[in-house]
């Protein structure tokens, strides 16, 4: 379509999406924070939760109020190895990061760290928490319920948000194995940047209030929030194919996301009430296993190492060069895109240049316009 990418190198991007957030009237610590959350999920080469994601999750809503820039973490029950943490709408990568810290410290101590939170936002990439455990040879467990999205399976309505149940392990290769996704087929940050890109999903992603599927990318995003339209779970429509898995999973993450710490659920995280817009009141949790508890550290790693090649060198399908294990596409990004930074197409590029001339951050001058 003729769309103009450009590249645009991490610390650059990092630091002005901090002094984005320090503008917004988050404190540099913690706006230091949340951009190496964002930045992180670009150089793993998710482009749906990175500097993508600054305008629309962070920096709107916190601009019209549903977001609190300043972050009041408070304990609200602490136990030798659980804690219940109250976000007050905060910033979610702070609330997390600091709610995970915890679980660790604790697993260190106790062997096992569990953190519920309630009245959170958007915490970016789950997979950030879980590599915090695995580079501290730690197992690490997180979900995070989301807006209603997802419907059930035989539904229509999405009731369910995307609510990932993410892994991360240890082991002796360059990089932990960390399975990060949502437990819908896809989800809202994928089908952004299908709109970006001006193309349509494929069949299957999402359904409409017959239970047809849908392909038009840009009038789904505006549906998703009315409510005509819904995400479909893991295994798809139907339970032929697994959907009740997805549908299950999803289930599972949005329970220990709400009752454990009393949180909001389901229709409760709309984020409209009395049609105005609200603070979401997110739920997430957080679990550390020290694997040296267990077993030997190294032992754990090299078997874990073991597993994930005897994998990745199994008989292929025919026409297929490679067999992949969870983490490791998002290392070969990295190692593609260290030298090289973000790509940033012209909708994105628009929306750094609005906030940077918004916030007066006039030193960022950018090749595009």
């Not at 304990?75 to 660790?104: L, N």
């Not at 991360?168 to 896809?186: H, K, Q, R």
């Not at 819904?230 to 999803?250: M, S």
């Not at 032992?299 to 490791?328: C, H, N, V, W």
């Amino acid at each position: 379509m003729g769309e103009k990418t450009v590249w645009i190198g991490f610390k650059i991007l990092e630091n002005f999406m901090v002094d984005v957030f320090k503008g917004l009237g988050v404190p540099e610590e913690d706006a230091r924070v949340c951009a190496d959350v964002l930045i992180t999920s670009d150089k793993r080469g998710i482009d749906s939760h990175g500097i993508a994601r600054l305008k629309t999750i962070y920096y709107d809503r916190i601009k019209i109020g549903i977001q609190n820039p300043v972050t009041n973490f408070e304990t609200i029950k602490d136990g030798p190895t659980t804690a219940v943490i109250d976000g007050h709408d905060g910033m979610g990568h702070v609330i997390s990061k600091r709610s995970m810290q915890m679980a660790i410290d604790k697993a260190k101590k106790y062997g096992m760290g569990m953190v519920a939170v309630r009245n959170s936002t958007h915490y970016g990439i789950a997979g950030y928490y879980v590599l915090m455990a695995a580079n501290q040879g730690m197992i690490g467990i997180t979900g995070t319920n989301a807006r209603p999205s997802i419907a059930p399976t035989f539904g229509v309505e999405n009731m369910l948000g995307t609510n990932p149940l993410t892994f991360g392990m240890p082991s002796d290769e360059e990089f932990p194995f960390v399975i990060d996704c949502a437990t819908s087929i896809t989800q809202r940050g994928k089908i952004e940047v299908y709109d970006r890109a001006g193309k349509e999903i494929p069949k299957g992603w999402v359904i409409d209030e017959t239970g047809n599927t849908r392909t038009d990318t840009h009038q789904i995003l505006k549906d998703l929030v009315k409510g005509t339209a819904a995400l479909t779970p893991l295994g798809g429509i139907g339970d032929e194919t697994g959907g009740h898995k997805g549908y299950g999973y999803a289930t599972v993450v949005e329970i220990l996301s709400a009752a454990l710490q009393g949180g909001n659920f389901l229709k409760g995280l709309l984020g409209v009430q009395d049609g105005k817009r609200v603070p979401y009141h997110l739920g997430h949790f957080f679990m550390a296993v020290n694997v040296s508890s267990f077993t030997e550290l190294n032992s754990f790693k090299k078997i874990t190492g073991d597993i994930l090649r005897d994998l990745r060198s199994s008989k292929k399908m025919p026409g297929q060069e490679r067999i992949y294990t969870a983490g490791e596409k998002e290392h070969l990004a990295w190692i593609e895109r260290k030298g090289k930074g973000v790509p940033v197409n012209e909708k994105l590029q628009q929306e750094i240049i609005q906030m940077r001339d918004e916030l007066g951050l006039e030193k960022y001058k950018f090749e595009f316009k």
